[in-house]
């Protein structure tokens, strides 16, 4: 493997350790009653927001329409997201250390997979949230769902709700696009 491949490697590996200290993405809800708006994180190992109360308000007003409660002691991606990114970081940088370009591959290959089905599980999460009613909910609105937007923002009655990825999402985002980058650079000098 060539020296600029093993330092994209490096790269990709090293730059996941940002989603430990920064979430992945963030959804927000603005409404007349709350102005400043209510905002959520979602961390590889937790869900928090701005205040120390921000999940309970949004299970309250979600209790009103009879969308689920968020438990995030409920969500197995959240105990095992943080050891398959440590296993991601460990192994690139072995590969890395052990200047193999077919194992190289075949992490990056690893990683882009993994990332899209952490997007897919993600999507399906939002999904079943905001799908899957109380019938026995106070408010009801005929044929009405609240699933968030999985990007950008969109009205769900008189909520604005607007998800985008926080900097521990783009920087899983640039791990994948450096170890493509990685890829394509060791399939170029294959064909020279």
Excluded: C
């Excluded at 309250?60 to 050891?83: C, R, V």
């Excluded at 200047?99 to 990332?115: C, D, E, G, P, Q």
């Amino acid at each position: 493997m060539e020296t600029r491949s093993r330092y994209l490697l490096i790269f990709s590996s090293l730059i996941l350790f940002v989603v430990y200290f920064f979430p992945l993405w963030w959804i927000s809800l603005e409404a007349p009653q709350y102005p400043e708006g209510i905002k959520m994180y979602i961390w590889v190992n937790q869900i928090t927001g701005e205040s120390e109360n921000t999940i309970q308000n949004i299970n309250i007003l979600n209790h009103y329409i009879g969308m689920q409660y968020i438990e995030p002691d409920s969500i197995p991606e959240l105990t095992y997201f943080p050891w398959v990114i440590a296993a991601l970081i460990g192994t690139g940088l072995l590969v890395a250390l052990l200047n193999n370009s077919k194992m190289a591959l075949v992490w990056v290959s690893l990683l882009t997979i993994l990332s899209i089905l952490g997007l897919y599980d993600f999507y399906m999460w939002e999904y079943n949230y905001g799908h899957n009613l109380d019938p026995k909910a106070p408010i009801q609105v005929e044929g009405q769902a609240y699933q968030p937007p999985f990007l950008g923002t969109k009205w769900l009655l008189n909520f604005k709700a607007t998800s985008w990825p926080h900097l521990g999402g783009l920087a899983l985002f640039l791990s994948v696009i450096f170890g493509n980058l990685l890829w394509f650079t060791e399939l170029r000098k294959k064909k020279a």
